[in-house]
């Protein structure tokens, strides 16, 4: 018989857990069995009752602050005994050309993207490392895996967190962390993609040109859900993956195989 609770007795932490990829994230991973904390630096009022019918705890945390994720991660194996998965889906995007992209701007898409995949993975490994083993996904785009020439530190962001999988796959495998990457785009129903298109002049014209350069999307003609992302986490955090560490997992259509063909 097929256990409909896979993840059963462990604990997971998924920043960005308010919204997006990481509240599908945290909600795949409770109705898998896991005890899930989800954290954000501003959850969506009047979500409290839905996180709650999950089991899912709702924590304040700016991943950029090293206080906040040390204490996010105390927290959590304080109140199981223990943390398994941590799921780094926290993240911001910047539409600029590196010549009009301020200092700030610079910080806050590297903090947030990178630097928060760095602090969750710096206080999390030791606390895995002394159960045996765990899992990280950190959630990149495929941005990282082909650069893009409108929004260029975006893409510096996402390509340095997937360098950053890769060398600390390398370097804790001998502890029995696996540590992944999941690079999805075009995504709908995120907060990211909904501040992209209520900036456009047309947001029709803007849905048809991210379709079209994800040729399987383009196909479908819809955008991938995060709920289709999470899917992708869960299998890796899952012991179906047990010897899988290291990778990117793209989840984009194909939009990060080249330019693809002309329709019609």
Not at 3 to 20: E, Q
Not at 78 to 95: E, F, K
Not at 125 to 143: E, L, T, Y
Not at 163 to 170: D, E, G, N, Q, V
Request: proline letters at 5%.
């Amino acid at each position: 018989m097929r256990d409909s609770t896979p993840l059963a007795d462990r604990t997971a932490i998924v920043t960005g857990g308010a919204s997006g990829i990481g509240r599908a994230t945290a909600f795949l991973l409770a109705r898998q069995g896991a005890r899930v904390f989800a954290a954000d630096i501003d959850f969506v009022a009047g979500t409290e009752a839905d996180f709650a019918a999950e089991n899912i705890a709702q924590i304040v945390c700016d991943v950029t602050n090293e206080t906040d994720v040390a204490g996010l991660m105390e927290w959590a194996e304080t109140q199981t005994g223990r943390l398994d998965i941590v799921v780094n889906s926290a993240g911001v995007g910047l539409v600029k050309q590196i010549t009009d992209v301020t200092v700030e701007e610079w910080d806050r898409c590297l903090d947030t993207n990178v630097k928060g995949a760095f602090l969750t993975a710096k206080h999390a490994i030791p606390k895995m490392r002394a159960m045996g083993g765990g899992s990280i996904i950190n959630i990149a785009s495929n941005a990282g895996l082909l650069p893009r020439a409108h929004d260029p530190v975006y893409s510096i962001s996402k390509g340095a967190l997937i360098a950053l999988t890769k060398s600390l796959a390398l370097c804790h495998a001998p502890d029995r962390i696996r540590i992944n990457a999941v690079c999805p785009g075009p995504v709908g129903e995120t907060r990211m993609m909904d501040a992209g298109l209520a900036a456009a002049p047309d947001r029709a014209t803007a849905v048809r040109e991210l379709l079209a350069a994800s040729p399987f999307a383009n196909a479908c003609g819809r955008m991938i859900t995060p709920e289709e992302v999470a899917q992708a986490v869960l299998y890796l955090v899952s012991d179906a993956a047990l010897f899988v560490t290291g990778t990117s997992i793209a989840i984009d259509g194909g939009k990060s195989l080249g330019v693809p063909p002309k329709m019609g």
